[in-house]
């Protein structure tokens, strides 16, 4: 059984379906308490129906477990939101600081939640990020990718990835995953390549349009009158509300693919403990595209097909990521630890922030 | 009867495959019977948790013995719900009910579109009577913060002549009047904002503010009278109120419905909201050109100003800035003028 076996994917759009509407009706009629057990439902069927040899992972935590941790943190932020009212310039300035400090402490306990509550078979997860590691490799360094121009990015995506996977385990056993900065430098230069061809491809296409319109509007500088022609003219018009949009579609789908690249990195370099090793053939420009007509398709029917392009994206990844099973997986140990609070859960939630592994 | 499954042993990835059964009458009934394929003979059990079927899901059983038993999704594992621990089986029954046929989803669909329509005809209601619960000493306070932070920011002190602002504020008195007694308070503050242009407007309690540039372009006291007026008018119908109100609602109601969901369904959903809330602002603002045209009139003054007004505005910027549009807070002033006339 030592070859690699691709993850199988057991769930179906409509069986997805069925559980998110009936989400939507139950928080409509419990305004909104019914949320946590509703986010319980959902993750346990992406978790349930994502088989290795056949047996499915079990997400372990109750809506009461999640209701806990959200009740909590509604509460601080009534208190948040409450606090102009008390009339202090800046309180609440200094208020979002302070969340700010709290956040990589959310960000491990939430994963650390997660994690223990997430088993296959007998055996569960475990996540043990330290804070300044998290405040490190999930905030700092990506920002300052971003703020060196993308020019250290892929030294923080490597960063990141690897910082989850090495401080995750499965039952007794650790996780690893060293991939060589080479390979992330590689992905980033790719992924610039595809933007700067498909920038250049639209800048091309408006400089054509707007010579279409009129050759003389490019020489003299662009007045309210000039601006007022352009407007007026159907071409303009549309270049104008069009150019957003395509450079946002741009963003989506480069986004995509330098994702795609670095997963594949990433998880061909995991090893877990006992000789399992991994492998992902995801592919950029598939990614990208699901990503894209997802997106396309979801705001065409008012978000209808939300469940299914969710599922569809999900079971496009766990078809393209392999295992190499050692001994038929007979041989893992439980920890037996308590899976702690979900406050963390909550905080990282009420951030829209969702960091899976 | 007979449910095939795997066992996993308590702790571990192990595997055994396992039977559970349903005791016959003769060895004491009602209760399970655990037969396992790596040891001689069976053993009674209990289902001590229940992780019930999510869509294509296996059933995963933790039994008495510790170890953990999963029955596949496709089996029919009803006859064992009545050996479910209690809480387990509204869990059964939420499977039961989110099972649905495409007759289902459509069903489901059509009461979801309903749901949404139901919430667009609440939102005025509904930022109405929450406007009405908050108590005006809140109110002011909170005007009073609005002001103070748009002063940091935005806005310096006035520059007019002070005997201008001397006739203005006698004008004002006149407006103050003809309001109902419970907004007599009301107050005009004068600003200079060149960053802005000429305009002026209401905050949610009872302040006015005036923006020199206003009175300066107009150069006509009728005209500045009639915007103090529509201003009035904003203030006396508590638009500002009553719109913030109910953009929380949107707010409140988008995060309930779909905000359990991370994904573009949101945004789509604000959007719409959004589109409801303009349409509404545009509304308050043809209410209170109304407001503005019968104050003018009871006070004797030109009504025809505010049309005055906007058809100079519309003129200066050469028909650019003429507003109006699905998303605009404001109507057009083509609108606001043809509604003025008639």
Known sequence: ???????????????????????????????????????????????????????????????????????????????????????????????????????????????????????????????SGSYFGSA???????????????????????????????????????????????????????????????????????????FAIDGSLVADPPTIDGLA?????????????????????????????????????????????????????????????IAVSNLVLCVVTLGLLVPWAQVRQYRYLTRNTEIRPVADMQGFLDRQIQAGSSIGDAVGEAGGLEISF | MQFQGRLTKAGTTALVGATLRVADAGEGGATLILTRADMAGSTPVTIAHVLPKVGGGDLRLRLSTGDVLRLPADMDTAPLERFFPEPARLGSWLTRLETVGWRGVLLLSVLFLLALAGLRLAIAPAGDFLARLIPDTLVERASGLVLAQLDLALLEDSRLPDETRQRLTGEFERLRLLAPPAFADTRLHFRHAPAIGPNAFALPGHDIVLLDELVTFANDEDVVLAVLAHEFGHVVEQHALRQI??????????????????????????????????????????????????????????????????????????????????????????????????
């Not at chain 1, 997400?59 to 909590?72: C, N, Q």
């Not at chain 1, 061809?197 to 408006?206: D, F, N, S, Y």
């Not at chain 1, 022609?229 to 480069?254: N, S």
């Open chain 1, 1 to 127: 059984m030592n070859r690699f076996t691709a993850l199988e994917f057991s769930g179906t759009a409509r069986e997805f379906f069925g559980i998110q509407f009936v989400n939507i009706l139950l928080i409509l009629l419990t305004v909104g308490i019914w949320t946590p057990w509703a986010r319980v439902r959902k993750r346990r069927f992406f978790h349930n129906n994502t088989r290795i040899l056949g047996d499915g992972f079990d997400y372990l935590a109750t809506g009461l477990d999640l209701f806990k941790g959200w009740s909590v943190v509604t509460l601080i932020l009534i208190g948040f939101y409450a606090l102009p009212v008390l009339g202090v310039p800046f309180l609440q300035e200094g208020f979002s600081l302070a969340l700010v400090a709290v956040y990589p402490w959310a960000i491990n306990r939430s994963m650390r939640f997660n994690a223990r509550n997430l088993a296959w078979r007998d055996v569960r997860f475990d996540f």
């Open chain 1, 136 to 210: 490190w490799y999930l905030f700092l360094l990506p920002l300052i990718g971003l703020l060196s121009l993308g020019i250290l990015l892929p030294l923080a995506s490597r960063g990141m990835r690897e910082y989850v996977a090495r401080n995750y385990r499965f039952g007794t056993a650790r996780f690893s995953g060293k991939g060589q900065l080479a390979h992330y430098y590689g992905a980033g230069l790719r992924a610039l390549l595809l933007s700067v061809l498909l920038i250049g491809l639209v800048a091309g296409l408006t400089i054509l349009a707007v």
């Open chain 1, 229 to 289: 022609y352009i407007l007026g003219d159907g071409i303009g018009a549309a270049i104008i509300y069009l150019v957003p949009v395509l450079l946002f579609l741009i963003f989506l789908l480069v986004g995509g693919y330098y994702r795609a690249l670095t997963r594949n990195i990433m998880v061909n370099a995991l090893r877990l403990q006992g000789g399992v090793r991994f492998r992902s053939r995801v592919s950029g420009p598939g990614l990208a595209w």
């Open chain 2, 245 to 342: 109100m109910r953009s929380a609602v949107v707010a409140i109601a988008v995060g309930m419905i779909v905000g359990a969901d991370e994904s573009v369904i949101e945004e789509i959903v604000g959007f719409g909201g959004n589109l409801v809330l303009s349409s509404q602002s545009r509304a308050f603002e043809l209410e209170a050109d109304h407001v503005s045209a019968d104050w003018m009139q009871r006070l004797g003054r030109d009504a025809g100003a505010l049309p005055r007004f906007f058809s100079k505005l519309q003129q200066e910027c050469g028909g650019l800035c003429d507003g109006g549009g699905l998303l605009a807070t404001h109507p057009s002033f083509r609108n606001r003028i043809e509604a003025l006339t008639n």
